[in-house]
């Protein structure tokens, strides 16, 4: 069964736009859940992570993900987009000893 | 530190033929793992080891083989290629399970003829 969904294939922004990725996930009551980020030709970078605590988690690079249990989703938020944010990203969940990832969004920047 | 580095880093293989992926980390990380990444579908695991002698199966694991005889190394082979084992292949590790950051390697990219 899937564990996480990451509804949009694609997302194209213009810079300094807004920008929110979204995540649901159907595993766990309490779930650890991470943002990753993949640049053309490169392996994965750890935006952030949730683990318990304040749901609104702070992330590298001025991203943010709000948890939200009620809604099952893990939503990757950024106030103003640059052209270097152009990359794909991975929203993941830890299932037992495993780390299950999304099929990805792939962001794209406009001038 | 060098972190975690996969070699080699693009492999031609025909079907039928065996190879082994390398994957060392030089950070004392106890979970290591290794993931395939096939468009569209994110990344899933293949296998994982949780430390030196222990691994496990993950999500795909069907034509592929993992040891882990040391914390550092964790090799994946390929005993009979097939092309839908085309992909890219990423290592990864971390301190502590699945639980925390994991660092992946730059990866490898397989093609099977």
């Known amino acids: 069964a899937q564990s996480v969904t990451q509804p949009d294939i694609h997302i194209t922004v213009s810079e300094g736009a807004s920008l929110e990725l979204r995540c649901n996930y159907s595993y766990g009551a309490t779930p650890y859940l991470f943002w990753y980020v993949q640049s053309p030709g490169q392996g994965l970078q750890l935006l952030l992570k949730y683990f318990s605590g304040d749901t609104l988690v702070q992330g590298i690079k001025g991203f943010e993900a709000e948890f939200k249990r009620s809604q099952s989703s893990f939503n990757l938020r950024k106030p103003s987009v640059h052209w270097s944010d152009a990359a794909e990203y991975f929203c993941a969940v830890v299932r037992g000893n495993m780390l299950t990832f999304g099929g990805g969004t792939r962001l794209m920047v406009k001038p | 530190n060098a972190g975690v580095t996969q070699t080699p880093k693009f492999q031609v293989l025909k079907t039928g033929q065996s190879m082994t992926l390398q994957c060392a980390q030089d950070?004392?990380?106890?979970?290591m793992s290794w993931y395939r990444q096939d468009p569209g579908m994110g990344l899933r695991l293949i296998h994982y080891?949780?430390?030196?002698?222990?691994?496990d199966q993950g999500e795909v694991p069907n034509g592929y083989n993992v040891s882990r005889s040391t914390t550092e190394d964790f090799p994946l082979r390929l005993l009979s290629a097939a092309p839908s084992q085309t992909s890219v292949y990423f290592c990864?590790?971390?301190?502590?399970?699945?639980?925390?950051?994991?660092?992946f390697g730059p990866g490898t990219r397989l093609l099977v003829l």
């Open positions: 950070m004392n990380h106890e979970y």
């Open positions: 080891s949780v430390g030196a002698g222990i691994t």
């Open positions: 990864a590790s971390s301190h502590d399970r699945g639980h925390e950051t994991q660092y």
